[in-house]
C-alpha cells in the first residue's frame, strides 16, 4: 500500500496515518522528520539541509527528494509506505512521480480528508491541551467540564500561541493556493479517492479504509 493523504492543515491527517502504520505495518514518512533525523545524523544530506536552514532558506525540492529516496530504499518501507508532508505543490508532484517510478514504486492511492475551512477554523482556534496529560478538549467540540481544567487529571490545559484565527486561515490560505491543485492533479490520474474527514477518528478510518478497499 503507496499512499498519499491529502487534506488543509487540522483535518486529521496525522491522527488517521497512524492508525494506518498500526494496521498495515508500513512507515509514515513525514519529510519534517526526515530532515530532523539526517541534520541529528550529520549525513551528506542532513549538513545540506543544515547549512540552508541556518542561512534561513528553504530546503530544496531536490533535497528532499533526496532524503526520501532514501528512506523508500529502507527494508521496513518496502511493502508500502504512507507520505506525510510532501508534495505540497504540483512541482513536488510531479518530482516525485519520477522518482517513484524510478525505483519501481508507483503510488496506490492519494485519499483527500475533506473537512470544511470553517471547522477547521474552530478545531484550531477552540483546541486546549493538559500540561499534565496531554488530552486535548476544544471549547466548541468537545469543552472541559470545568472550563481551564483536564477532565481526566484535573491538570491545567494549555492554548498554544499559535493556535489563533489570523494564524490558521493563512496556513489555509497557503493550502487552497499551493496544494488544493493536487486533488486535480491526483483526480486526473484516477488516483484519487475523497472521504468526509467529519465525525468520530473511527468512521473517519472505516472511511478511509473503504476507500482504500475500494
Not at 541534520?39 to 530544496?60: R, T, Y
Not at 514504486?105 to 470544511?116: Q, S
Request: hydrophobic fraction near 40%.
Amino acid at each position: 500500500m503507496r499512499l498519499i493523504l491529502l487534506g488543509a492543515p487540522g483535518g486529521g491527517k496525522g491522527t488517521q496515518a497512524k492508525l494506518l502504520v498500526e494496521k498495515y505495518g508500513i512507515p509514515q514518512v513525514s519529510t519534517g522528520d526526515l530532515l530532523r533525523a539526517a541534520v541529528a545524523a550529520g549525513s551528506e544530506l542532513g549538513q545540506q539541509a543544515k547549512a540552508a536552514m541556518d542561512a534561513g532558506q528553504l530546503v530544496s525540492d531536490e533535497l528532499v527528494l533526496g532524503l526520501i529516496r532514501e528512506r523508500l530504499s529502507e527494508d521496513d518501507a518496502q511493502n508500502g509506505f504512507i507520505l506525510d508532508g510532501f508534495p505540497r505543490n504540483t512541482a513536488q508532484a510531479e518530482a516525485l512521480d519520477e522518482l517513484l517510478k524510478d525505483i519501481g514504486a508507483p503510488l496506490d492511492r492519494v485519499v483527500l480528508v475533506d473537512v470544511d475551512f470553517d471547522v477547521l477554523v474552530k478545531r484550531v482556534v477552540g483546541r486546549w491541551t493538559c500540561k499534565s496529560c496531554g488530552e486535548i478538549f476544544n471549547t466548541y467540540f468537545k469543552p472541559p467540564k470545568i472550563e481551564g481544567q483536564c477532565d481526566s487529571c484535573g491538570g491545567e490545559l494549555n492554548h498554544r500561541d499559535d493556535d489563533n484565527e489570523e494564524t490558521i486561515k493563512s496556513r489555509l490560505g497557503v493550502y487552497e493556493e499551493q496544494t488544493a491543485p493536487l486533488i486535480n492533479y491526483y483526480g486526473d490520474k484516477g488516483l484519487l479517492k475523497t472521504i468526509d474527514g467529519l465525525g468520530d477518528i473511527d468512521d473517519i478510518f472505516q472511511r478511509l479504509l473503504a476507500a482504500l478497499d475500494g
